[in-house]
């Protein structure tokens, strides 16, 4: 049993920056990646980055480059720092867990998402 839960989501101009957090608390021991999506209106979630305890990353196609996850697997917390933000970064941002032996293509565990709204 784990649980996430996000922060750092707020409303912000065009071109500024955010870091997004999501500490995970109860069975962290069995957690081997953790990762962010997002869900725009309209669409469906996509997925953001992602990132193992032993520090391997995978990007999703649609940031560019602008974004950047890390870990801090001391306190079983990720952190996605967000860069030169735009409209289209609006969406709710969501941390994901999954758990060591769980080779399936789909996540284990979700938080609640935080919201992020990017405007001119």
């Known amino acids: 049993q784990v649980q996430l839960v996000e922060s750092g989501g707020g409303s912000v101009q065009v071109g500024e920056s955010l870091s997004l957090s999501c500490a995970a608390s109860g069975n962290t021991g069995s957690i081997n990646a953790m990762g962010w999506y997002r869900r725009a209106p309209g669409t469906q979630r996509d997925l953001i980055a992602s990132i193992t305890t032993r520090g391997i990353k995978n990007y999703g196609q649609s940031v560019s480059g602008r974004f950047a996850i890390s870990r801090d697997n001391a306190k079983a917390t990720i952190h996605l720092q967000m860069n030169n933000l735009t409209p289209e970064d609006t969406a709710v941002y969501y941390c994901?867990?999954?758990?060591?032996?769980?080779?399936?293509?789909?996540?284990?565990?979700w938080g609640r998402g935080t919201q992020v709204t990017v405007s001119s």
């Open positions: 994901s867990a999954k758990e060591w032996g769980d080779y399936s293509e789909s996540v284990g565990y």
